[in-house]
């Protein structure tokens, strides 16, 4: 009795001093696909038990030995030194799969996580690619169907991420979704519509181009324009050249002009200027000598005080010689 009591005391001991641990405690999973589970204990355990909302489904002994096994649901030992670790696997996994899966070690809690099962539907820009003139308004529609639970839609032209606000509308128990984008038409652009659930790492995507051409009229007035600018602009330069021609030519003349002047008034000023060797003076015959009054008559002077003569050499008759002024012109 006493063994039997210390045998007994010694597995309560075990049981309650074992900690188990369940991971993951969420987890989300596409219809058919497989989900797992693991669930671990420091001690090694007498019996575990795989319950899928309050269902028993899978019961694991001591001695490695699993019960209940199906195809759906299995169970694999990853057991290490000092970690007993048992996966729990669910396989095609179905709707009504979804819900809290339990694991329990004999003696322990009941350790829980949620399992969400998800549908993936389809994806598809509606219309397909577009051809558009630069700068108008263009809008694109996605449409997601089939998809459980509500999708998250986005937008990514060329890589630049746009949001979207979605609305859905519920078919059974599936969503229908859609999503539409507006953009002015700049570029050629790839235009990708996402979506994405829990279940998926990657969202879903569906991908169009947009195409931009120039507006036929906007391109002829642009070459109007562009004409336009280059007939004035060259214009403006013939003028600036033919005013920098005449400029330079009434410079050059108003050089020369003034150079004239100049040489000319020096030859002036020479002509006016005599040497003095080929000066020559010539009689004042208004010049009347001193103390006498007298008149002349053809160029021979009279004097009041004497009846002779002057001659038209400067010499009286009487042989005195009369001072004679002299003018330079």
């Known amino acids: 009795m ?15 001093s074992a900690q188990e641990q369940l991971q993951p405690l969420n987890a989300a999973v596409l219809r058919g696909s497989k989900a797992r589970f693991n669930c671990s204990t420091t001690q090694p355990p007498l019996v575990m038990t795989w319950t899928v909302n309050e ?6 002994l001591e001695a490695f030995r699993v019960i209940n096994s199906t195809d759906r649901f299995s169970a694999t030992n990853f057991t290490t030194p000092g970690d007993y670790r048992w996966e729990f696997a669910i396989s095609n996994v179905q709707r009504d799969d979804a819900g809290e899966v339990a694991c329990q ?10 399992l969400s099962v998800q549908e993936r ?23 997601a169907v089939g998809w459980f639970p509500e999708p998250n ?36 652009s790839s235009v990708q519509c996402l979506v994405k659930i829990p279940a998926l790492s990657t969202p879903d995507s569906s991908t169009v181009f947009l195409t931009v051409v120039q507006d036929k009229l906007a391109k002829r007035d642009q070459t109007v324009l562009i004409a336009v600018t280059v007939a004035f602009s060259a214009a403006a330069l013939l003028f600036l050249i ?11 003349k108003k050089k020369s002009s003034y150079q004239e002047e100049l040489r000319r008034a020096r030859i002036h000023s020479q002509n006016r200027m005599p040497a003095t060797e080929n000066v020559r003076g010539r009689d004042n015959r208004g010049y009347i000598r001193d103390r006498h009054d007298g008149h002349t ?33």
């Open 2 to 16: 006493h063994v039997f009591r210390l045998g007994l005391f010694l597995l309560i001991t075990t049981v309650v």
């Open 55 to 60: 269902r028993l489904v899978i019961t694991i």
């Open 297 to 329: 008559n053809g160029g021979v002077w009279y004097t009041n005080h004497s009846n002779k003569h002057q001659m038209p050499d400067g010499f009286f008759d009487d042989g005195h010689r009369n001072d004679r002024h002299m003018t330079i012109l």
């Open 242 to 252: 033919i005013y920098g021609i005449v400029f330079f030519c009434k410079r050059r």
């Open 153 to 188: 839609m986005s937008w990514s032209v060329n890589g630049v991420a746009y949001s979207c606000n979605t609305s859905s509308v519920t078919q059974g128990n599936l969503f229908n979704s859609s999503c539409t984008l507006a953009v002015t038409a700049v570029k050629n």
């Open 105 to 114: 070690v004999l003696g322990g809690a009941s350790r829980m996580a949620t």
């Open 121 to 143: 539907g389809s994806v598809g820009i509606v219309g397909g690619n577009q051809t558009k003139t630069e700068g108008a308004q263009t809008e694109f529609q996605c449409r």
